[in-house]
């Protein structure tokens, strides 16, 4: 879920990842007091690991057995989410090819075995302070000012983003647009300041059902917001929608000046797409707009997507 604006900082996660479980151990020691440690024992688990939850910082063995550091590395890189953490490879062997192919792939600093306590500190004391840096600086740039969740800058840059990916053949990828409906009445009977509100409890709400990596709940413009679902098929998309639109209607907000209702409701327009798609990003968009359009001229408060029946 997207931090707002002057929220407090989650704990750093930090993974290890080591097929040999005594490293493991040690170096969690090490850096215990410097996050909350996770560790894998394999490459694979590693990307299984950071795709349930985005770690702050990774410890990479580079000699492991099947998906070596190399692989997992550039795995772990070409992650959502995965592009501002800093990737510290663990490894015995010294040279500039060994260090020009672990770049390559994704890592931006070496600790070479065997490992000094101090040193493996003093490198992840600075990488996380970077990182943290990195962090508050995209917050200011991709955050909305009102509603404190992320904003059209940060929603476009994702969906290019996952547009590349599925021209590497990952997908599908789904998008919602979410419209609160009568906003305008609601502004006009209760004020502007009371839609200030609104729009926050809405995009509250909103983010708070987005939970896998990758996903996204954006303020698209005014009162429409853009979820974005990697990994969401049709099916998926629309139970999320119907799961965010059930959810603003139980929020209960008063809304005496609609034609059609009591309280606050938001239609929402999805669209999907496959595998090897990723030139299609404005058909996307324009997929679930009109979805959307539909959906409000069909009577509001529910979800269409772009594949319904017109």
Do not use: W
């Amino acid at each position: 879920m997207p931090l707002a604006l002057g929220a407090a900082l989650p704990p750093l996660r930090i993974l290890i990842v080591d097929d040999d479980v005594s490293t493991i151990r040690i170096l969690a020691q090490v850096v215990r007091e410097m996050g909350d440690v996770t560790f894998a024992t394999n490459g694979m688990e590693a990307v299984a690991m950071a795709r349930t939850e985005l770690p702050d910082l990774v410890l990479l063995d580079a000699e492991m057995e099947g998906m070596d550091g190399f692989a997992t590395c550039a795995a772990l890189h070409a992650m959502s989410g995965m592009e501002n953490v800093p990737i510290l490879f663990i490894t015995s062997h010294r040279g500039v090819e060994i260090e020009l192919k672990a770049l390559a792939a994704g890592a931006v600093d070496f600790i070479n075995k065997p490992f000094h306590p101090h040193i493996v500190q003093a490198r992840v004391r600075t990488h996380l302070t970077l990182k943290r840096r990195t962090d508050a600086l995209t917050r200011l740039a991709t955050m909305d000012g009102l509603t404190g969740i992320p904003n059209r800058r940060a929603f476009d840059q994702s969906l290019a983003q996952e547009l590349r990916r599925l021209g590497r053949g990952t997908g599908p990828l789904s998008l919602v647009l979410i419209d609160v409906d009568h906003f305008k009445r609601y502004n006009d009977f209760y004020g502007h300041p009371a839609g200030d509100d609104c729009l926050r409890a809405v995009a509250a709400a909103l983010a708070g059902s987005v939970r896998r990596a990758g996903e996204l709940a954006a303020r698209y413009g005014g009162e429409e917001f853009a979820i974005l679902l990697p990994g969401s098929d049709m099916n998926a998309a629309i139970g999320l929608a119907e799961k965010m639109r059930s959810c603003i209607a139980g929020l209960r907000l008063a809304h005496a000046a609609r034609p059609d209702g009591a309280h606050v409701t938001i239609s929402a327009g999805a669209a999907t797409l496959g595998p090897a798609q990723q030139g299609e990003g404005a058909a996307l968009i324009e997929a679930a707009d009109q979805a959307l359009y539909r959906a409000k001229a069909a009577g509001r408060n529910r979800v269409l997507h772009a594949d319904d029946a017109a």
